[in-house]
């Protein structure tokens, strides 16, 4: 590993036994791998970093269904965005962190296709849920899977070279903080028309409204597409869909069995993929 660590506790520089592949820092602060591949990064001060726990339900539909490949389309545009941004950062070993890379099903899609390029990046998967890590250690993430606390990232600043936050809010500033000044952002959000045909279920009178980013000021667009494709799903499909947005909080029990007993045959999926870079 060439990046360097934090101890979250002191935030002096971790260093790693080689045997056992745990960290620590001079200040005694040790952290084990955990038996099944990750390591957790949790300060262990009472009342503090304790991990969370996703629903075991929607991680379970949530993996069926990506590994469908459902998301194909999207998929291949991602690969061909972060091939991009590696192909001009061949000279030194690049360092991605994916920003809660939940079970880590956009890694296992994304780092294979770098791997065969040849580009020498470094790619670390992180999440505060405990159970995600888990289940990404268990699918045999091709990533260094770290377990921690979200609002401060065990990373020196402008130490990342990418970092990306795929269909999850970009929060805080801890992601700009540790970017490199001639770092990248890759940003996934939903488009306007996103599971629109699930949506108009939710919102009866749903109308089109302008895409609304909020960005943090400390950062700007680079370069922003569109991907935009159909799928036919199933109603168990649809359902799952709709627990993985933003507005599936709104469905009450009526609304879910309605869903989930009507299949889609054209339910468009409409996404933004942002490159963001710097304010200098």
């Given at each position: 590993m060439t990046l360097s660590l934090l101890c979250p506790v002191c935030s002096a520089p971790l260093n790693q036994h080689q045997?056992?592949?745990g960290f620590y820092c001079d200040n005694k602060h040790h952290f084990d791998k955990h038996p099944n591949g990750y390591w957790p990064l949790l300060s262990n001060v009472k009342g503090k970093s304790k991990p969370?726990?996703?629903s075991r339900q929607q991680m379970r539909g949530r993996h069926f269904l990506l590994e469908t490949g459902l998301f194909a389309p999207l998929i291949k545009q991602l690969q061909a965005v972060l091939l991009d941004l590696c192909a001009s950062n061949r000279d030194a070993e690049l360092q991605h962190i994916d920003y809660q890379c939940a079970d880590g099903y956009y890694l296992r899609q994304l780092v294979p296709a770098l791997v065969e390029t040849n580009v020498s990046c470094q790619h670390w998967g992180i999440t505060d849920a405990e159970n995600a890590i888990f289940a990404a250690a268990k699918s045999e993430t091709p990533a260094n899977l770290l377990l921690l606390a979200l609002k401060k990232l065990p990373f020196a600043s402008q130490s990342v070279d990418i970092?990306?936050?795929?269909?999850?809010?970009?929060?805080?500033?801890?992601?700009?903080?540790?970017?490199?000044?001639?770092?990248?952002?890759v940003l996934l959000q939903p488009g306007i028309r996103h599971l629109w045909q699930i949506k108009q279920q939710v919102y009866p009178d749903l109308v089109e409204k302008p895409l609304q980013l909020n960005l943090p000021n400390d950062v700007e667009i680079e370069a922003q597409q569109q991907v935009v494709f159909t799928q036919s799903v199933t109603g168990e499909q649809a359902l799952t869909l709709l627990d993985m947005s933003v507005f599936g909080w709104r469905a009450n029990d009526q609304?879910?069995?309605?869903?989930?007993?009507?299949a889609i045959s054209e339910l468009e999926f409409d996404w933004q993929i942002i490159t963001l870079k710097k304010r200098l």
């Open positions: 045997a056992s592949a969370k726990v996703e970092v990306t936050v795929l269909d999850s809010p970009l929060k805080g500033k801890e992601c700009i903080r540790i970017l490199k000044d001639d770092g990248r952002i609304l879910k069995h309605q869903v989930k007993s009507t």
